[in-house]
């Protein structure tokens, strides 16, 4: 994925499907400086953590 459709389903009010290691997760904020994005699974709440937006997939 890059830089702007990650910041686009970030702000987009209607849920996407994004998966990262095969897991469906919600991107909390994405950082334009170091092109990454906070994310956490969607299963799994509270373990927020930073990855390159290129390693995020939309289905």
Wanted: aromatic share 8%; no cysteine; net charge negative.
């Amino acid at each position: 994925m890059n830089l702007m459709r990650a910041k686009e389903i970030k702000d987009d009010p209607n849920m996407k499907n994004v998966v990262y290691n095969g897991k469906y997760v919600y991107i909390e904020d994405v950082n334009d400086e170091k092109q990454k994005a906070i994310i956490h699974y969607l299963k799994e709440s509270g373990k927020e953590f930073e990855v390159d937006v290129t390693e995020l997939k939309e289905e």
